[in-house]
């Protein structure tokens, strides 16, 4: 596979959104993203598979980290065992080393084994690294000795019963932040997953005109939310969108799952 065609697989996958598998220039694991359902006391076991595509023989070292995202959506990587979301505690991995071939594949079994009595949602990063002997005289102080990181995967990881049918979402207090250099008016508002279910979410930026009742659909955004998460989201509307008048602007919140709509407004002019 050429760098060229790689950059550009790389580009479709990450606009469609398919998380079949994830890439490196050395090596390729699939799939990208596990989800499991144990059930409290149950035990589920996946097969994550690794093919060394360098020209030489490869290790690859396999461990376990947690992670979250801050309200801006940013994926911010945290100690094994350090949230209270942590996954990490019942992962296990076998192997958790393995050395490749150039052309070889191999697979690892990811197990899941959920203690009884516990339906919470958690999740973790399973690392896949690649490293590389070196000699004594080029050996970085930074990393371990001998072994330098040619390169690393990230899969996300994530469980959750399927007796767990706790969703709970909530949006509050829009206001606009429009700025004098904007080409657009720009608002905020903020939602909160109150629920334990990780959940698909779509904003809608609606306008009703206080004089005609006219409804104006502006922007729909959608996003993924984890338990006990808070995104603030940017809703954008051109200018010139809307007649000059008085409105109510709503942000509507859809996440499915036969819940009621939540919102939250504020009364703009448009001149």
């Known amino acids: 596979m050429t760098n060229k065609f790689l950059k550009v697989f790389l580009l479709i996958l990450i606009m469609i959104k398919i998380p079949v598998l994830a890439i490196t220039q050395d090596f390729e694991v699939a799939p990208g993203i ?45 100690p094994e065992g350090s949230t209270e979301h942590s996954l990490a ?8 080393h393995i050395m490749l071939s150039p052309n070889e594949t191999k697979q690892i079994i990811v197990s899941i084994q959920a203690p009884v009595d516990d339906y919470t949602t958690r999740w973790a ?45 909530k949006i509050t207090g829009i206001t606009e932040i429009t700025t004098g250099q904007d080409s657009v008016r720009r608002f905020k508002a903020l939602v909160d997953n109150i629920g334990d279910k990780i959940t698909n979410c779509k904003v809608t930026l609606l306008a009703n005109n206080l004089s005609t009742a006219e409804e104006t659909i502006l922007q729909t955004i959608n996003f993924k939310m ?14 010139d969108a809307l007649p000059p008048g008085r ?3 709503a942000a509507i919140l859809d996440y499915g799952k036969q819940s009621n709509l939540e919102g939250t407004q504020m009364v703009i002019t448009v001149d």
Do not use: C
């Open 89 to 96: 505690k019942w992962i296990s991995i076998n192997p958790s």
């Open 226 to 239: 984890l338990p006990d998460g808070q995104r603030e989201i940017i809703l954008k509307m051109p200018k």
């Open 125 to 169: 990063n399973l690392i896949i690294r690649s490293v590389e002997e070196q000699t004594a005289a080029f050996a970085d102080k930074k990393v371990k000795t001998g072994l330098l990181v040619a390169g690393e995967i990230v899969v996300q990881i994530y469980q959750s019963p399927k007796s767990n049918i706790n969703y709970k979402m």
């Open 34 to 78: 596990m989800h499991f359902t144990a059930e409290p006391g149950e035990s589920k076991t996946m097969a994550l598979t690794i093919i060394n595509h360098a020209n030489t023989d490869q290790e690859y070292n396999i461990m376990v980290k947690d992670f979250m995202f801050n309200k801006e959506g940013t994926l911010i990587q945290m």
């Open 247 to 249: 409105y109510a602007l």
